[in-house]
């Protein structure tokens, strides 16, 4: 999964060289994990805090446990984008804010660039398997708890 800067302009395919995480083109497994609450659901994500690692995201993965995930942290609240550029599991984009707060979510398929935002400004962005989400009746409004969005 990569992230996306709003309002980047294009440049020529031919004038830029891809990215290390494209060239590299190996899942990253081995961030810090973390621990997070969706009510009474647990969700071991991993954390991705430097540009680099939200860069790779889940690139490359071709499946996740059944309650793994990843949490994008960003240095402050903006508009967030995503697409899903060399990434093979389908996945559900949740844009949090810092009280925890699912703002909206996102289905994104596989391998698909469509750009996916976030409705207002927020910090983080928790992606798990396409689907999870919708299973557990959690969507916009309902709170996260554990790691960055403290107890409860």
């Known amino acids: 999964m990569l992230a996306l800067a709003v309002g980047l302009c294009a440049t020529p395919a031919a004038a830029v060289q891809p990215p290390a995480a494209e060239r ?3 899942a990253q497994t081995d961030l810090p994990r973390v621990s997070l609450r969706a009510g009474m659901h647990l969700i071991d994500a991993q954390v991705a ?4 690692q939200r ?3 889940l690139m490359w993965r071709r499946e996740l446990a059944p309650n793994e995930g990843m949490l994008f942290v960003f240095e402050a609240p903006a508009v967030q984008c995503f697409w899903m550029r060399n990434t093979y599991v389908p996945l559900t984009a949740a844009f949090v804010a810092d009280d925890g707060r699912i703002v909206n979510l996102a289905d994104m398929r596989p391998l698909d660039e469509t750009s996916h935002c976030s409705r207002e400004p927020v910090r983080y962005v928790l992606e798990v398997a396409q689907g999870w989400f919708a299973k557990r009746g959690i969507g916009p409004g309902f709170r996260l708890a554990g790691g960055p969005f403290g107890g409860r």
Do not use: M, R, Y
């Not at 805090?49 to 680099?52: A, D, Q, V, W």
């Open 49 to 52: 805090l430097t540009h680099e």
């Open 55 to 57: 860069s790779i995201g």
């Open 24 to 26: 590299a083109q190996t």
